[in-house]
């Protein structure tokens, strides 16, 4: 009786010990190695996926309940994203990476709740640990696109603008008037900005090209594009549709401003 008594009580001990949630960190107290860590993101449900898994001594993957500090910075050190997860139990699942069959623990960051930043790529951060019984030092993934960037803005002098189209003598040939300008900024792999103008040939014939100039500026006053927009073959009346693209020096979050030139010979 005396020993069925103790082995009752030695399981009514062990069900508290569960109930009461002590239990949780057995698991974590036999993981003595951090592999497999990876960064991706998971278009399909608008998220970026943080993957690790946690071993034994024996080399057995462990399911371990463990903390997850979890840090995105884009290429400037800008801290887009910084959070603590709670990887549990079911976070773990089994994955097929580089044809490799891998029991890994996936930590979910949704899209929204990472900051635009300067660059779309960048360095993910993570540090596992288990209070008083686990701890890693922190690792990092190099991300090489698909982080969120600023959108840039372009402010323009005071529309409408008249350029006046003169002969290598002076006269005025033809006038063309910028009447509205939009801008598109695409910063998927290489940071590109087209410019739209649309507008209005005012004066002239159509047997001349109509030439002038475009200038862009940063914040900062620096010009960092110029060229020339050449227009064929418009009558008075016309109006055109002319678009620039930019690929250099475009900076995510820059306010660039655009001025216009007449041409000179």
Same mark, same amino acid.
């Given at each position: 009786?005396?020993?069925?008594?103790?082995?009752?009580?030695? *399981?009514?001990?062990?069900?508290? *010990?569960?109930?009461?949630?002590?239990? !949780? $960190?057995?698991?974590?107290?036999?993981? @003595? @190695?951090? &592999?497999?860590?990876?960064?991706?993101?998971?278009?399909?449900?608008?998220?970026?996926?943080?993957? *690790?898994?946690?071993? $034994?001594?024996?080399?057995?993957?462990?399911?371990?309940?463990? @903390?997850?500090?979890?840090? %995105?910075?884009?290429?400037?050190?800008?801290?887009?994203?910084?959070? =603590?997860?709670?990887? =549990? !139990?079911?976070?773990?699942?089994?994955? =097929?990476?580089?044809?490799?069959?891998?029991?890994?623990?996936?930590?979910?960051?949704?899209?929204?709740?990472?900051?635009?930043?300067?660059?779309?790529? $960048?360095?993910?951060?993570?540090?596992?640990?288990?209070? +008083?019984?686990?701890?890693?030092?922190?690792?990092?993934?190099?991300?090489?696109?698909?982080?969120?960037?600023?959108?840039?803005? %372009?402010?323009?002098?005071?529309?409408?603008?008249?350029?006046?189209?003169? #002969?290598?003598?002076?006269?005025?040939?033809?006038? %063309?008037?910028?009447?509205?300008?939009?801008?598109?900024?695409?910063?998927?792999?290489?940071?590109?900005?087209?410019? +739209?103008?649309?507008?209005?040939? =005012?004066? $002239?014939?159509?047997?001349? *090209?109509?030439?002038?100039?475009? &200038?862009?500026? #940063?914040?900062?006053?620096?010009? /960092? #594009?110029?060229?020339?927009?050449?227009?064929?073959?418009?009558?008075?009346?016309?109006?055109?549709? !002319?678009? /620039?693209?930019?690929?250099? #020096?475009?900076?995510?979050?820059?306010?660039?401003? /655009?001025?216009?030139?007449?041409?000179?010979?």
């Amino acid at each position: 009786m005396k020993k069925i008594g103790s082995v009752c009580l030695a *399981f009514l001990l062990l069900l508290l *010990f569960a109930l009461c949630g002590c239990g !949780e $960190g057995i698991k974590a107290r036999y993981v @003595t @190695t951090l &592999k497999n860590w990876f960064f991706q993101e998971n278009s399909g449900v608008n998220e970026y996926n943080f993957f *690790f898994s946690l071993h $034994g001594d024996d080399g057995d993957a462990i399911d371990a309940e463990v @903390t997850a500090d979890v840090r %995105i910075e884009d290429e400037s050190g800008n801290v887009l994203y910084k959070k =603590t997860h709670t990887v =549990t !139990e079911k976070d773990y699942g089994d994955y =097929t990476r580089q044809n490799t069959e891998l029991h890994l623990a996936c930590v979910r960051v949704p899209k929204s709740a990472v900051l635009p930043g300067v660059s779309s790529s $960048g360095k993910a951060y993570l540090k596992v640990y288990r209070e +008083e019984i686990v701890e890693f030092d922190e690792v990092s993934c190099d991300v090489y696109y698909g982080l969120p960037v600023k959108d840039v803005k %372009i402010v323009c002098e005071t529309l409408p603008v008249e350029l006046k189209m003169k #002969d290598y003598r002076g006269n005025v040939e033809s006038v %063309i008037r910028v009447e509205e300008v939009k801008y598109a900024f695409n910063s998927d792999i290489v940071n590109d900005l087209k410019i +739209e103008l649309t507008g209005t040939k =005012t004066q $002239g014939g159509s047997n001349s *090209f109509d030439h002038f100039i475009y &200038k862009l500026y #940063d914040s900062k006053g620096f010009m /960092i #594009d110029s060229g020339s927009v050449l227009l064929s073959s418009l009558s008075a009346g016309d109006r055109f549709k !002319e678009d /620039i693209t930019i690929y250099k #020096d475009v900076t995510p979050g820059e306010t660039y401003t /655009i001025k216009f030139e007449e041409y000179s010979y």
